[in-house]
């Protein structure tokens, strides 16, 4: 059974940061690339970042948006995903969600406001 379970989401101030981790069973996670995307109700889920697996050369890219403030990761190690959040602004408030392949985590809310 795969499973990502997702967690690090909270309330921030703008300005802030939050570390979002994405633990991840089922499936061999160092051949995978993972990615996270965010949706806020209402509106389609939107792409946020992703990274390659090894023979990939762990390769990452970022929509517009969180370009300089968002970094994604990997740990190969503890089959888990990172998204570490800096200079958060409200607009980035939504649930985020890691995803491979097919499957999808629960998702974990962010909310950034004072």
């Known amino acids: 059974q795969v499973q990502l379970v997702e967690s690090g989401g909270g309330l921030v101030q703008p300005g802030g940061s939050l570390r979002l981790s994405c633990v991840v069973s089922?499936?061999?996670?160092?051949?995978?690339?993972m990615a996270w995307y965010r949706q806020v109700p209402g509106k389609q889920r939107e792409w946020v970042a992703d990274?390659?697996?090894?023979?990939?050369?762990?390769?990452?890219y970022y929509t517009d948006s969180v370009k300089g403030r968002f970094a994604i990761s990997r740990d190969d190690a503890k089959n888990t995903v990172y998204l570490q959040m800096n200079s958060l602004k409200p607009e980035d408030t939504a649930v985020y969600y890691c995803?491979?392949?097919?499957?999808w985590g629960q998702g974990t809310q962010v909310t950034v406001s004072s």
């Open positions: 089922g499936i061999l996670f160092n051949g995978s690339a």
């Open positions: 990274i390659g697996h090894s023979l990939q050369n762990f390769r990452r």
């Open positions: 995803t491979t392949g097919p499957w």
